[in-house]
């Protein structure tokens, strides 16, 4: 279809496209690949029998992102017998590829941040992995986007703790290479 000289997507075909976003952050919420994929297909399943609720020219993304996240506190509030911080949860067993480096650093980046509070690893995931605007995010967690920037300033400083590295002084710029790519800001905006 086109509109003003640019082509239209339907709903379903917008939806679509955002699926494997959608995946990506339901595995980083459970840490388990089969309640992930249970998840999206629920959030999709839901979406599409609300379609007449969304608004055309509101941001699919968030809103989509906002029922997924819905659904996994639901889900977690059915699931009391899961505790998704102890230590026989999935990502504390998971193995990092034999001989890799990176595979060590992104194993431990990601036991770290399952340590993280619920508040603050779902900022950390929506800004820094997902790469959302504060706005974006703060619609997703329907919290003002102060509030997402100081989540995400607490999350980022726990980070560094738990990766053994020094806290972040006021006003210095000695940041380790590591850090700096593991947890900078991708969209301020």
């Known amino acids: 279809m086109q509109a003003g000289g640019r082509c239209v997507l339907s709903f379903e075909t917008e939806l679509l496209a955002h699926l494997p976003q959608l995946r990506r952050y339901a595995r980083a919420l459970t840490g388990d690949r089969a309640w992930a994929d249970d998840l999206v297909q629920d959030a999709t399943e839901r979406a599409l029998g609300r379609s007449k609720a969304f608004r055309a020219g509101t941001n699919l993304r968030a809103w989509l992102f906002t029922i997924m996240r819905n659904l ?17 949860a999935p990502w504390r067993q998971m193995a990092a590829p034999v001989g890799e480096v990176d595979g060590l650093v992104l194993r431990d980046v990601q036991r770290a941040l399952y340590c993280l509070p619920v508040e603050q690893r779902e900022v950390m995931l929506l800004v820094c992995v997902e ?18 920037m100081s989540r995400l300033s607490r999350a980022r400083e726990h980070m560094r703790v738990l990766l053994g590295e ?9 940041v380790s290479p590591a850090s700096a790519s593991s947890l900078k800001v991708v969209n301020r905006t």
């Open 166 to 174: 020094e806290p972040q002084r006021r006003g210095s710029s000695s």
């Open 72 to 88: 996994y506190i639901d889900q977690l509030r059915g699931r009391r017998d899961i505790a998704v911080d102890d230590e026989t």
């Open 131 to 148: 790469e959302m605007s504060y706005q974006e995010a703060s619609v997703v967690l329907n919290v003002p986007a102060g509030t997402v």
